[in-house]
């Protein structure tokens, strides 16, 4: 997907989470940025996300994030392409070590503008993620890379407990006990 059909994905997203969709504009705005899928672009840039699921729809893939100390979905920068589903899949696959990742859909699933701390020759900057909805086998070998210290099947029913306040991904969580196109 170009910059062009992702802005106008961008343009038709409809969310009825008020903080979500006071995202879209700024995201809209981001796309005209010639350094917005760079991590150059220092104030803030694109990433891209997998909300893995399983086909039971009982448990999401989360990893525990080396840097940042919390678990999380799966994903990361996008490193100049700016085909963000081929970015969240190459971080998943990447990730976890999966063959059987598949997308449900390759429409935006979720949009999450969040803050970055800052680190050592890296200031504080915004990350606009772009998440994108996959399923892939549970039963499936999961194989971790060094960006995680771990990986986890982790039970819907279970998800607030293992990450502690975090509402984006309680959103996401959400979004996927309610979606028709998810079955």
């Known amino acids: 997907m170009d910059r062009i059909e992702f802005s106008k994905q961008l343009s038709k ?34 990433t891209a996300s997998a909300w893995i699921v399983n086909r039971k729809r009982t448990h999401t893939l989360l990893t525990l994030h080396r840097k940042l100390g919390r678990w999380l979905q799966l994903g990361g920068h996008a490193d100049g392409n700016e085909d963000l589903l081929e970015v969240a899949m190459k971080e998943a696959t990447e ?11 390759e429409t935006i699933f979720d949009l999450d503008k969040h803050i970055i701390p800052e680190r ?31 990986l986890a099947w982790v039970a819907f029913d279970s998800v607030q407990d293992v990450i502690g306040y975090n509402p984006s991904i309680i959103r996401m969580l959400e979004k996927t006990s309610k979606s028709e196109i998810l079955l």
């Open 13 to 46: 997203y409809r969310t009825p989470y008020e903080e979500e969709s006071s995202f879209i504009n700024d995201f809209l705005k981001l796309t005209e940025d010639s350094l917005a899928y760079k991590r150059e672009r220092l104030e803030g840039h694109f």
């Open 95 to 105: 990730e976890s070590g999966l063959n059987s990742l598949r997308f449900v859909d």
């Open 120 to 150: 050592p020759h890296v200031p504080e900057h915004f990350h606009f993620d772009v998440r994108y909805i996959l399923e892939a086998d549970i039963a499936e070998p999961l194989q971790k890379n060094d960006e995680s210290i771990s």
